[in-house]
């Protein structure tokens, strides 16, 4: 699940800096308003994309939930410090 989260990432990033780069580089050339509607569709994809990237799919473990290993449970209690080191 990270995998395909990570590559909807890239690829929407890619399709932000090209939007930029085409903008300015080409479309410009015939409209200057089209480039700018092109530049603000790129500016809305960054936070999407960072959205995407960082929600939690049903097979994540979250930082509180308990994994079922008692060995990786009492690992991760400790970091949290909910349990003191033995």
Do not use: Q
């Amino acid at each position: 699940m990270y995998a395909r989260r990570r590559h909807a990432y890239f690829a929407m990033m890619g399709t932000c800096i090209g939007l930029f780069v085409l903008a300015w580089g080409v479309v410009r050339l015939w409209s200057v308003p089209a480039a700018v509607g092109m530049c603000v569709v790129a500016m809305v994809i960054p936070p999407v994309a960072a959205m995407v990237a960082n929600r939690r799919g049903p097979e994540d473990r979250w930082w509180d939930d308990p994994s079922g290993d008692p060995k990786s449970d009492e690992w991760w209690d400790e970091l949290d410090g909910k349990k003191r080191p033995r």
